[in-house]
């Protein structure tokens, strides 16, 4: 990785130096956008529609799903790995609400098949968190039927590496600094603060993307992207569902063998 490119991360990391980036983002004419902003979106998408929250409770208890159900939403859940916290069932009871609670690993078959079909799904903070962020994708489009709101964490461009991604774990102490970002407000990230720590599960933070292979992999898996908001280290993406052009049939074992039978005979199978 250049100094450069090092460098770089280093000024979005001071506060001064992500501000100077959100100006002149803005001045440049690209939609900035901001955690804060994900409430105005549910309000906007969710009215009329059924909606999902994936991993809705860390820090907000549910907050995003009481919300599209105050904006009208037809029908609510809100799906995460643990929970629910006192937090959410007090709002619950308060409100009167039918948000439904989903306790699951959303990327599995059977959580997917709990959750059923959405209109609008929300899926803020989650995809770095996973190692395999494609499946979390994949599973996003099954559920989702009109609107997926995409929120998650990213690393600044690499200048001539499109689609470049960082894996984090298992780096060295001197290499996670560059990663850390406790200069901009975050109290802790699992897993960059601190070593690999397998324990936490999904808590570990996973894959840095840039914005550009964040793109890619979530067109690969069946959404084409209708607004962007950036930030430096995170992006905000409205997509909408299109046909997958991206899958791969499993042959029976008769088709399989014939396959296989022309494979050997055209000569075209060589050790790579
Ligand atoms: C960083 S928090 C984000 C919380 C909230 N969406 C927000 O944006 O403030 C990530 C949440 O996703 C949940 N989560 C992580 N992996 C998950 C998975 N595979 N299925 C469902 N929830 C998951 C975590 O338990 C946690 O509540």
């Given amino acids: 990785m250049s100094l450069l490119y090092r460098l770089k991360v280093r000024v979005l990391k001071t506060p001064r130096g992500n501000l ?3 100006k002149r983002s803005a001045r440049h004419g690209a939609p900035v956008g901001a955690y804060a902003d994900l409430a105005d979106y549910v309000r906007r998408y969710a009215p009329g529609n059924s909606f999902v929250d994936i991993g809705c409770m860390w820090g907000v208890n549910g907050e995003f799903s009481f919300i599209a159900e105050e904006a009208g939403a037809s029908a609510v859940k809100g799906v995460d790995v643990f929970g629910p916290t006192p937090e959410f069932e007090a709002k619950r009871q308060e409100r009167k609400s039918a948000v439904e609670f989903v306790l699951g690993d959303c990327i599995q078959p059977e959580t997917i098949a709990r959750i059923g079909p959405a209109d609008v799904v929300l899926c803020a903070g989650v ?25 998650t964490s990213t690393i600044p461009e690499i200048a001539g590496l499109p689609n470049a991604a960082v894996f984090f774990p298992m780096l ?5 600094k560059l990663w850390n970002l406790s200069s901009l407000g975050l109290l802790h990230q699992e897993g960059i603060s601190n070593a690999f720590n397998p324990e936490q599960g999904y808590g570990n933070w996973f894959w840095g993307l840039t ?19 950036t930030e430096a280290f995170a992006q905000t993406l409205i997509c909408t569902p299109v046909d997958t052009v991206f899958h791969h049939d499993l042959p029976n074992a008769t088709q399989a063998q014939k396959l296989a039978a022309e494979i050997s005979a055209s000569g075209i199978a ?3």
Avoid: N
């Fill in 20 to 22: 100077w980036w959100r």
């Fill in 127 to 151: 995809l770095y968190h996973l190692p395999a962020p494609y499946d979390l994708l994949v599973a996003l489009r099954q559920i989702c039927r009109k609107t997926l709101i995409l929120r």
């Fill in 172 to 176: 060295t102490a001197e290499h996670r």
């Fill in 211 to 229: 914005p550009s292979a964040l793109r890619s992999m979530v067109e690969t898996a069946g959404f084409r992207v209708e607004q962007v908001a």
């Fill in 270 to 272: 060589r050790p790579a």
